[in-house]
Nanobody, 124 residues
Framework: QLHFVESGGGLVQPGGSLRLSCAAS????????IGWFRQAPGKEREGVSC????????SYADSVKGRFTISRDNAKNTVYLQMSSLTPEDTGIYYC?????????????????WGPGTQVTVSS
């Protein structure tokens, strides 16, 4: 089973940018769709973005479309989430994990284990 470690979070002002990284273990990473999720204080965890195993297909939650970009480097077993134009509503703990693939497309249905997450705080 894949294991994940997220990094790159921090405190950023509104309008700022951050790039999150998701490092995965095990060689089966190349065959797995990966998703980013976040959990704000007092709220349920929600899907943010996902990317198919070859990186051809991506999907985004409406709340982040046009501001976030997901990418992956299979040679490094790493998935990235570039976040820009951040707002306080983007504050939360960000997680990555394997997600269900349906007809070669990624979904934001988690099927892997959860890592420790990385905290993103958007505040002035």
């Amino acid at each position: 089973q894949l294991h994940f470690v997220e990094s790159g979070g921090g405190l950023v002002q509104p309008g700022g940018s951050l790039r999150l990284s998701c490092a995965a273990s095990r060689f089966t990473f190349d065959y797995s769709s990966i998703g980013w999720f976040r959990q704000a204080p007092g709220k349920e965890r929600e899907g943010v973005s996902c990317i198919s195993s070859a990186g051809i297909y991506t999907s985004y939650a409406d709340s982040v479309k046009g501001r976030f970009t997901i990418s992956r480097d299979n040679a490094k077993n790493t998935v990235y989430l570039q976040m820009s134009s951040l707002t306080p509503e983007d504050t939360g703990i960000y997680y990555c994990t394997a997600v269900v693939t349906a007809q070669r497309l990624c979904t934001m249905v988690p099927e892997g284990s959860w890592g420790p997450g990385t905290q993103v705080t958007v505040s002035s």
